[in-house]
Every structure is written in structure tokens, then in C-alpha cells.
């Protein structure tokens, strides 16, 4: 199931297999170390990207067009293709949601 067209989240109760794959996964994350992994990637298109938009960019918003822009675009448009990455448990339900909160810390 997705969200449907207009809907801000849908709410589909989980069979008993799916909540119990739930717990075990929970579990094994509760349990595993925590990783980080690096991952090399050709930039090409994105620094293109930012440099065809950097000027109307800068007089429409003020700001410099910076690859987080970049970045966060490119999650929300894979988001929009694989919609069950933007879902959450919630007791025996998947909220699937049809919007987009990213939060970017910044310092």
C-alpha cells in the first residue's frame, strides 16, 4: 500500500507476520554495532547542476545554492519512488506518509 493521492498518511494494520518481522528487526538493531561506511560518488551532474542555477538561485532566495539543496531533492524525489522508506511503525500500524519532512542541522 501507498498513500493515496491527496491523503497526508495511511495507516495499514500489519499482519502478524510483519509485526513480528518488525520486532526481530527491532531487535537486531537494538543489538548490532553502530557502522559508518563511506561511499565514493561521481559529482559531475550536481556540480553542473548548481552551477547552471547558482545565479537565479541567489536573487530569488538571497543565498548561495549549496549540494545540501542538491541533496535533499534527491531524497525527496526517492522517497517519491519508493514510498515504504518513508513510513513508520506506530503500535500495530505502518503510517505511510505522502509528505516530507527532512531537518538539516547546520552550524
Known amino acids: 500500500s501507498v498513500p493515496a493521492a491527496g491523503a497526508r498518511e495511511v495507516r495499514v494494520r500489519m499482519?502478524?507476520?510483519?509485526?513480528?518481522?518488525a520486532e526481530r528487526l527491532k531487535a537486531a538493531q537494538n543489538t548490532a554495532a553502530m557502522l559508518t561506511t563511506f561511499n565514493e560518488i561521481d559529482m559531475?551532474?550536481?556540480i553542473a547542476l548548481r552551477e547552471r542555477y547558482r545565479e537565479a538561485f541567489e536573487?530569488?532566495?538571497g543565498a548561495r545554492l549549496g549540494f545540501m539543496?542538491?541533496?535533499v531533492k534527491a531524497a525527496i524525489v526517492a522517497l517519491k519512488e519508493?514510498?515504504?522508506v518513508n513510513a513508520e511503525i506506530?503500535?500495530?500500524d505502518i503510517v505511510y506518509k505522502n509528505?516530507?519532512?527532512?531537518?538539516?542541522?547546520?552550524?
Open 59 to 61: 536573487k530569488k532566495h
Open 82 to 84: 519508493l514510498p515504504a
Open 44 to 46: 559531475t551532474e550536481a
Open 15 to 21: 499482519t502478524r507476520l510483519r509485526r513480528r518481522i
Open 69 to 71: 539543496s542538491i541533496f
Open 99 to 107: 509528505h516530507y519532512d527532512i531537518g538539516v542541522a547546520v552550524g
Open 90 to 92: 506506530d503500535g500495530d
